[in-house]
């Protein structure tokens, strides 16, 4: 991992690699940032960038060809440990610690590092119970940081979702983080810092990861795995923010469904009540499919709240494409404070409706059916 594979957070990375330039590498930083967020994947990026063997004065990036970097981007590298919270599995019954779980968090990282706490934990065959970093991880984190580096400048520790570490983990840290061990780093990585001991809080420097625009997102995605821009778009708008869950929609969602024009054309029969056409749209809403069905509501709700903020102050919807600045100024006119929490709520619950089952011909139908009589209200 690094920096460059990262959309975005041009501040972030330009900070950690003047700490580096400077000779002021902290040695214990928390990146904080939602879940979905590049906290992690920044984290990595950094970690590649201290161990990297070829790295000159004035370089942005690790060069991504020396054995440190070609190990540490396999998740391979001695000198990179992973404290993670984990629980007992079929494949681990007791004894649970982050080194037992050290292949599949490989797997999980490679394949997407901007996941979170249940995605890891479906990973690793978890059901129903919940992962922690327990008391016992406090002892091998004790023996891990004793070792000198083996090969790097740095021993590096990503503790990845502090905030679920057991009292007796949680002093263990912030002991370490007291009386740091030499050429040791430690980068928590967390989605809810406010959990955190306000003691260890106090003794790392934090890196703000902020989330991703939807530009952002719409970018990397056509730009780096090759979704069609129009599917990107519309993934990104769904996603708010959540680069996690824009990876993984991108194999689900339907690179056929055009959400932008299906919702223009619903608002507009719906404020005509040409309920005859309704009537042959709600045929194309049912032959979606259900997950695309759930997917195009989430996205209604998404451009309705643009519309909203529109009307409130157009400098709180930045950056939209023409059609959709076009649309969204025109609409804005029908979606008023008057009117705007109803609309949402009849899109939650036919989205509730569709969840469990209900017909999704008369849930749409009777959707714009209330919708119809909402838009009146502001017209």
């Known amino acids: 991992m690094r920096f460059v594979h990262i ?38 990026a950094y970690a590649t960038f201290l161990n990297c063997e070829s790295r000159e004065p004035g370089d942005q ?21 992973f404290i993670l919270p ?14 037992k779980f050290a292949a599949d968090w490989r797997a999980f990282v490679l394949e997407n590092p901007y996941r979170g706490l249940n995605d890891w934990m479906q990973h690793i065959g978890a059901e129903n119970k919940q992962g922690s970093i327990s008391k016992e991880e406090s002892l091998q ?57 306000p003691t260890i809080i106090s003794r790392v420097q934090p890196v703000v990861v902020r989330p991703l625009s939807e530009p952002e997102i719409t970018d990397f995605l056509h730009d780096e795995h090759q979704v069609p821009e129009v599917k990107a778009r519309q993934i990104a708008q769904i996603a708010d923010g959540n680069l996690g869950a824009a990876l ?40 979606m499919g259900r997950e695309n069905q759930k997917e195009f509501l989430h996205y209604s709700l998404s451009l309705l709240r643009k519309v909203l903020l529109f009307g409130i102050d157009t400098q709180l919807v930045p950056h939209l494409p023409a059609n959709e600045q076009q649309f969204v100024s025109r609409f804005s006119r029908f979606v008023t404070m008057r009117n705007a929490d109803q609309l949402t709520k009849e899109l939650n619950d036919a989205h509730y409706h569709v969840e469990r089952n209900a017909n999704p011909r008369m849930v749409f139908v009777d959707t714009s059916l209330r919708v119809a009589e909402l838009l009146k209200m502001a017209s």
């Open 7 to 44: 959309p975005g957070q041009v501040e972030v990375k330009r900070v950690l690699v003047q700490s580096v330039e400077r000779n002021h590498v902290a040695h214990a930083q928390l990146f904080r940032g939602a879940e979905g967020s590049a906290a992690l994947a920044l984290a990595l």
């Open 61 to 81: 990036d690790s060069c991504g060809r020396c054995p440190a970097c070609q190990k540490t981007d396999k998740l391979v590298h001695p000198d990179l440990n």
């Open 86 to 99: 984990v629980t007992t599995t079929k494949a681990v019954p007791k004894d649970a610690v982050s080194s």
């Open 141 to 197: 984190l004790l023996r891990l940081v004793s070792l000198k580096a083996f090969e790097g400048q740095f021993k590096i520790v990503v503790i990845w979702l502090p905030e679920l570490m057991h009292p007796a983990a949680s002093n263990a840290v912030l002991k370490l983080l007291e009386e740091p061990p030499a050429a040791t780093v430690f980068l928590l990585v967390s989605y809810a810092p406010e959990q955190l001991l």
């Open 248 to 287: 993984a929609a991108r194999e689900t969602s339907a690179a056929d469904n055009n959400y932008f024009d299906f919702f223009t054309e619903w608002m507009r029969l719906c404020f005509q009540d040409n309920f005859k056409v309704v009537l042959e749209k709600s045929d194309e809403f049912q032959k």
